[in-house]
């Protein structure tokens, strides 16, 4: 593979503040998980949660959810939301498009994110491999109302 082109389609918002297009990085452990089969989209159940701006990304060491700190708060659930990632396999323009849908969380939700990471479920922590980072580029918060991340999509292009 000679290129690896990530794009974010979108903003995130919170209810009272809108950030700047987010950063998308993919752990250095995703691309291997991937080829050995230990993350298959369409049957595995795939998780996104949010991350605060405590936390710090290491591309080549944080492989799984244990290695991740998570934010707490009212209207949020502990591990994120179940997600529906696609995967277009596109022989026209030879690449592999995955594709991370929006993910809303709604009702009364009082939290502040800096960034949302997604794994594939294993139902334990320290065995959940990582799939992709957000990083919004600074806090995003809601306050008692819905938190929106917009679509991510990871373009695997001239392999």
């Known amino acids: 593979m000679k290129y690896l082109r990530v794009a974010l389609f979108g903003l995130i918002a919170g209810l009272i503040g809108l950030a700047n297009a987010a950063t998308i990085h993919v752990p250095d452990s995703f691309l ?8 298959v989209f369409g049957t595995d159940t795939i998780k996104c949660a949010l991350a605060p701006s405590s936390y710090v990304y290491n591309r080549a060491t944080h492989s799984k959810r244990s290695d991740v700190t998570e934010i707490t708060g009212t209207g949020y659930t502990a591990g994120g939301q179940v997600v529906t990632p696609t995967v277009t396999n596109d022989t026209t ?3 592999l498009v995955i594709g991370i849908p929006q993910i809303i969380w709604t009702g009364s939700t009082t939290i502040t994110a800096r960034q949302l990471y997604c794994y594939k479920l294993t139902g334990t922590a320290s065995a959940d491999p990582l799939i992709v980072f957000s990083d919004f580029g600074a806090d995003v918060s809601s306050s008692g109302g819905t938190f929106t991340v917009n679509p991510i999509t990871i373009e695997y292009t001239n392999f």
């Open 93 to 95: 323009n030879h690449k």
């Open 32 to 39: 291997y998980n991937s080829v050995l089969g230990q993350i």
